[in-house]
């Protein structure tokens, strides 16, 4: 295959050769709960229930496809993140993994705060409700309507990307009266992959302002120059569906050298760092992340040990888990349509959906799980690819996955941790029509985002 390989690693890339499956699950009726959300379970009539629905009455009532979001998983994995990072410490959520004006009602109720990294994504974070003070505004291409939006209504922070935003920023900032905390994203050399990460000189992408070569010292000097910005922190964030935390230590320790050279040339001590998001998820039985709980030790125990040995006091940490968070917490409901087996290759079954609701398997080759959730079966596993109904022949959902051989149309099948960046990165290919988000808790279920309508569709289409 000539696709290249994801910068979430390995189990993203092609690392499976063409005839090589994981044995089928002793047992395909068994929901691991690692892959799906908290409160699934399959009831004594075999049908899979979230929040104690069954999917078939949700179905009924919302339609297919349709994304489910396990609000009291949302939240203890918020209060989860939050208790395990401790009072010294501040998670900002990724909005990019999916935002809307509900997450963020839970996010602001939790106690975090949130990144976002758009325009877009700063009004429905003021839409919902979240308090500017604990916004942190993102992006390596901010315009000036952006950051004149985000600096008027007082986001937390600004995090400089490059050489011409800090000037852009302080200069914005100064004709509004303001002065603008921010934090300089550094590319410290991690390059990280889900299990494995490379330390190097530089970094060949385009966020941020390297530390090689004096550039991110350079970026510092700048900043502490300009009355319109004050300069907080140093950013890094170093990729993503990461298991492995050595690349963390590797970039915290690069962080921390730059705050000791910055006191040694400024005298002073920066009081925060952020370390970024990228922490990963189970999005199959052989996937095995950590608990946040062991995530924060290591980072914080890191940061500590590396600013003791510098002499610095030790700076406030944050974080910006998206797909840790968000990306367990949904699973994706489809109908089954036709059915085609060819013969000593694999059955394909095609569903209501597809690229249009999950581009991640084509985009990135990544590997998902799905299960036959609207009945148990015991028919004899059948190797599947579950494709969407795009005119593409990339349209591939999940490429290889074991169901029963007794599927058949109508059946429903769910796709688990479908909830980071598969709404968020959905599209109208085909003018699909991008399908709702239903939010679910203690036996019931609210739309929170729509689904689109060909009237939304030809509403934007102006003839
Ligand atoms: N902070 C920054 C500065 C980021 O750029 C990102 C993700 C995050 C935090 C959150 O990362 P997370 O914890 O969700 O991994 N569309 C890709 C992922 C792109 C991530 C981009 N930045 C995917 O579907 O895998």
Redo the contacts with the bound molecule.
Sequence with gaps: MSRSA?P?GPR?ADVFPDGHYSAPAADLNVLDEKVWSRTVRRNDDGVATVAGIEVTRLAEEFGTPAYFLDEADFRARCRAWSDAFGPNADVFY?G??FLSRAVVRWLTEEGLNL?V?SGGELATALAGGMPPERIAF?GNNKSAEEIERAVSVGVGRI?LDSFQEIVRVAHIAQRLGRRQPVQI?VTVGVEAHTHEFIATAHEDQK?GIALADGQAAEAVRRALKLDGIELIGI?S?IG??IFDMAGFEVSARRVVQLLAEIRDEHGVELPEIDL????GIAYTSEDDPKEPYDIAKSLLDIVTRECEAARLATPRISV?????IV?PTAFTLYEVGTIKPLEGLRTYVSVDGGMSDNI?TA??N?DYSVALVSRRSDAEPMLSRVVGKHCESGDIVVRDAYLPADLAPGDLIAVPATG??CRS?ASNYNHALRPPVVAVKDGEARVVVRRETEEDLLRLDIG
Excluded: I, N, T, W
């Excluded at 910006?320 to 840790?324: I, S």
């Design positions: 994801h979430a993203h990724a990019k993994a990144d990294c993102h995090v994203r966020f950013h964030h993503s569906q970024g998001g990228g922490l910006e888990p998206g797909r840790a990306g991640r985009l990135y990544a980071a960046y990165m």
